[in-house]
């Protein structure tokens, strides 16, 4: 262990090194990456200097002087682009395809942010366009104006985006004036790390303004208090006993959740095998499975056929799979890597091992038989896994139970409002996909689906490939779901700043109140 790196943290203005040693590791060749010395670290002074120093710095700034702080942090982490993209490599198996949604997403996100929020220009509040008289002579009325709250925000993580996850709430929270405290998960930390640590050694960070706490921070909700936010991605259990501690229950820390959920694919009853779109829809179902070895929030996890066509697509979804080339992202020629620890594969075989207790395997369903890459150990490796479920009606676990995996079950429907009801049974989830060349069978789907997800992809012969897919989360629209989803909204243009604003009803003498809001940024109504 002489060369292994140790992680430390950085508040209050320094990096600062725990105790303890948790140990990150390469899930191809098993070797030990770097440890996180994160034990004993003092959280109170990391939210005390968010609190003060961190407040006034953003405080002091217009939504376009925050906007080109997320700028120049853009720029300054395109510039090291490729050494992150190692770094995930490395520490999470990722391949050049998975290392898009991740590294580039997250800077993707962050130039997002910047270039709206310079449109914001000088002012630093919000104000609704809309004008309410309170009175009949026009003396007294109202404006709904929006400020950013009063506290700071802490950002908890999953393991599987290391950096998409942290700039997508780090900017929407900085351009609101929030100051964010960023806890990665302990064991894919490598990139967070490495990103935060450019950021400082180009001077990018005004005191308490973005911090990041290596380490499990079991202790950090404690710190909090009302004005302060927490926003939370990972699985719902966590989620469920976040959202119980006291900080949220009794102090009122506003809470937000972005957790798992068994998203879904529907093939159209009007299409038939030889059709573009289910060609489309095959192709989307492969990548969704494969990309980042199905560790998206967003893969699709359901895939719902008329029944029809079920033996079909099982047919031809399993040669498509079986011919992913899995094995060391290193190597030439693969398209898919490994689980990101051998925790995580573990819990896919626990979850694979429910599942198969109510569906047949078309494909997959343990460590590939050959992997590519001399240097690949098989510990964490997962084959692409196509289960089937004949009756899914009578089965609870293919609808309850995420294997966070290359992992998807198919099941037949026999008509559109058989599987509304059996997308239902997700309890509400991300994403959707709906192929059908049909507006009356989409425009059933949506009315059908639509309040159980947080986003529907329609696809159809005339839109082709040209969308970014099912499980790309797009800056301009909302990312999150209902119910067992988490209930949270992130992104979606000005919409992913709410979390980190107070909406307040200004009321006052009608002229004065339009001249001390004429220099706020309009809110467009969202
Ligand atoms: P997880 O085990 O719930 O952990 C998520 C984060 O919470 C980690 O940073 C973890 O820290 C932290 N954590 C756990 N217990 C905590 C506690 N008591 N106090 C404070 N922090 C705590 O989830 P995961 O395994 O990392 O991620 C996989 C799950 O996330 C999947 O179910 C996936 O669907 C979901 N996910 C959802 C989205 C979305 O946008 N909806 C996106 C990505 C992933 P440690 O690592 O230190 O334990």
Redesign the pocket.
Known sequence: MADTIALGSYFDNRWQMGTGSVSLINPVTLATLAEVRGEGLDLGTAVQCARSEGRNSLASMTFAERAALLRDMADALQNDRDHYAELARQNSGNTPGDVMFDIDGGIAALKFYAGMGKKLGNAKRFVESEHQPLDREGHWAARHIMTSVPGIAVH??????PSW?MWEKVAPSLLAGVPAIV?????AALVSHAMIRTLTDAGLIPSGVLSLIC????T??DELDAGDVVA???????AA??RAHPAVQIRGVRFQA????LNSAILGSDLDQGSETYGLFLREIQKEMTVKSGQK?TAIRRILVPETLLDDVASDLSVQLTKTTVGDPAAEGVRMGPLQSPEQREAARTGLEQLTAVCETVCGGDTPASLTGENAKPDCFLAPTLLLCRDPDNSNAVHDT?V?GPVATLMPYRDLSHAAALVARGKGS?VSSLFTDDDSVASTLIDQTAGWHGRLLWVDATLGKHHLGHGTVMPQCI??GPGR??GGQELGGLRGLTLYLQRTALQGQTDRLAAITAGDAVWPGV
């Open positions: 908890i993580n999953a393991f599987n985006f996850g806890k990665p998960a302990t064991s380490g499990s921070a079991r950090l909700l939370f991605t990972g699985s719902a259990d966590t006993k976040l972005e957790a798992d959920s929030c995420e966070f991300l990312h999150g989803a988490g």
